[in-house]
């Protein structure tokens, strides 16, 4: 006489950036159960997860955030091992994912980037950290510069999305839907994302490998914008948010890096 098993799987709850790259997925084991990832992502995607198990034990625990490292086929998440054959099984889960490694709490707080700007180019830094106009509580930058102005990378990295279809602009943050973007991960585990550039202006992609001073896009004014400007952040990616960071600056001739100031402006002589 075979035992009877009862098998449920519950569908995910997902928050993503991450949604068409990744996946999570099941087989079954000689002993129960195992928990695949497959991440097509260029960096690592981190999976926060909550079983509903009955008659099953988890090798990696219950509630947790598992990173899944970039381009990687059959990751395993967690064994689901059986405990009495007898009895019934029931599993289900529910996940969030996202890009990067939510656990990540250090990086290079030194790290001297190049402004994202020409050589000989000189612009205003119209807003800077936790600025009055819609960077409350945000390390984040805006240069204003007119459409159509060449950006380059303020740092090695890999290219990780990039949006450029739109062409829609306001000034509420209701057209922050809009943002077309460029976003590149560094090796030290940040992200950075280079804002409201114009249609079809970007002159990188996904899986691009970028040079510091690279040419990589022009600046627009489309989004959530109140007139022609690039807005920089690097930032720690989260499950479901981001942790924004402050950065320094190599400015003038490129000899000393600093902290840049709203209202005043900034030349690259380099």
């Not at 020409?118 to 819609?134: A, I, M, P, R, V």
């Not at 990378?153 to 602009?169: H, L, N, P, Q, T």
């Amino acid at each position: 006489m075979k035992n009877i098993v009862l098998f449920i799987l519950l569908l995910p709850s997902v928050v993503v950036v991450a949604q068409d790259n990744f996946k999570l997925y099941y087989e079954q084991t000689d002993t129960g159960f195992q928990i695949l990832a497959d991440n097509d992502e260029y960096s690592p995607v981190s999976a926060q997860m909550t079983f509903r198990l009955e008659n099953l034990n988890s090798s990696k625990g219950n509630n947790k955030v598992f990173v899944v490292p970039p381009r990687t086929k059959r990751h395993i998440i967690t064994d689901l091992t059986v405990i009495d054959r007898k009895k019934r099984i029931k599993l289900g889960y529910e996940s969030s994912f996202n890009h990067g490694n939510h656990n990540l709490k250090e990086y290079d707080s030194n790290f001297k980037y190049y402004l994202p700007f020409g050589k000989g180019e000189t612009f205003w830094l119209s807003q800077g950290y936790n600025g009055n106009t819609s960077h409350q509580n945000e390390n984040a930058l805006d240069f204003k510069m007119p459409i159509g102005t060449k950006i380059y990378a303020a740092r090695d990295g890999i290219v990780i999305d990039v949006e450029e279809s739109y062409s829609k602009s306001c000034t509420s943050s209701e057209c922050a839907k809009y943002n077309n973007f460029i976003l590149v991960y560094h090796s030290d585990g940040t992200f950075a994302e280079y804002t409201h550039i114009k249609k079809d202006g970007a002159k990188v992609k996904a899986g691009d490998q970028i040079k510091m001073g690279q040419f990589i896009g022009y600046s627009g004014d489309v989004g959530w914008a109140t007139g022609p400007h690039l807005h920089f952040i690097v930032f720690f990616q989260r499950i479901k948010e981001r942790i924004t960071l402050k950065t320094k600056f190599l400015t003038g001739n490129g000899k000393k890096a600093i902290a840049l100031v709203e209202k005043e402006q900034y030349t690259r002589a380099y």
